[in-house]
């Protein structure tokens, strides 16, 4: 089993940038997918990047494609998302989710990660 911590939200003028990262216990991080999520208000939480664990492809949705960078260190234990030109519709909490998944892949989906951190509030508003 893997805790997970989200941290790094706050509030941010739009096109703006903020970098949230997400820190894992255990030692067998490596073996987890990693998702990052977000729910707005009266929303659906809704899966904004994913990352493999045993080949770090990366799964980015079509709303934060070239603007969100999703990263993993399995050596710290830690995976981040670097979010660039921020937009008012981007203002949710932020999720770092995990699934237990050596190999294959994992969908971006909230049934897909078992595992879920405390959520972090971004808030993009001038």
């Known amino acids: 089993e893997v805790q997970l911590q989200a941290s790094g939200g706050g509030l941010v003028q739009p096109g703006g940038s903020l970098r949230l990262s997400c820190a894992a216990s255990?030692?067998?991080?490596?073996?987890?997918?990693i998702g990052w999520f977000r729910q707005a208000p009266g929303k659906e939480r809704e899966g904004v990047a994913c990352?493999?664990?045993?080949?770090?492809?990366?799964y980015s949705s079509d709303s934060v494609k070239g603007r969100f960078t999703a990263t993993r260190d399995n050596a710290e234990n830690t995976a981040a998302l670097r979010m660039d030109s921020l937009k008012s519709e981007d203002t949710a909490v932020y999720y770092c989710?995990?699934?237990?998944?050596?190999?294959?892949?994992?969908?971006?989906?909230?049934?897909?990660?078992?595992?879920w951190g405390q959520g972090t509030q971004v808030t993009v508003s001038s």
């Open positions: 990352i493999n664990s045993h080949d770090g492809t990366v």
């Open positions: 989710a995990a699934e237990f998944r050596p190999r294959g892949q994992t969908k971006c989906t909230v049934d897909e990660h078992s595992y």
């Open positions: 255990g030692n067998l991080f490596r073996f987890y997918a």
